[in-house]
Nanobody, 130 residues
């Protein structure tokens, strides 16, 4: 069973930076391989729907960002380490949310649709104070 585990969240002040990590494991005997799947970051604030933040293609050559984080956040991946990252700079209070790592269940499939993502981590809390 594929497992995604996020880390790096915490309590910071506005203007500060955080780097989130998502480690992929438990896929030794599955058809999933890190270099074949899009990876994404989503977030959910209290009382709100889970929303798209950023995605990166299987080879790291293509990325997309939500308008709200464009220019401040950077998604990257290291397939050799089975890890995807989200560098968050110039954090704002409105960035406060639980951040989730996710992947679709189709190889070589690039999508921004939340419903297409089948694998999810349990999330890591990011809290930005003003």
């Amino acid at each position: 069973q594929v497992r995604l585990v996020e880390s790096g969240g915490g309590l910071v002040q506005a203007g500060d930076s955080l780097r989130l990590s998502c480690a992929v494991s438990g896929h030794t005997f599955s058809s999933y391989t890190m270099g074949s799947y899009t990876m994404g970051w989503f977030r959910q604030a209290p009382g709100k729907e889970r929303e798209f933040v950023a995605i990166i293609s299987w080879d790291g050559r293509t990325t997309n960002y939500a308008d709200s984080v464009k220019g401040r956040f950077t998604i990257s991946r290291d397939n050799a380490k089975d890890t995807v990252y989200l560098q968050m700079n110039s954090l704002k209070p409105e960035d406060t949310a639980v951040y989730y790592c996710a992947a679709p269940d189709k190889s070589y499939y690039y999508t921004l649709e939340r419903s297409d993502y089948a694998y999810w981590g349990r999330g890591t809390q990011v809290t930005v104070s003003s």
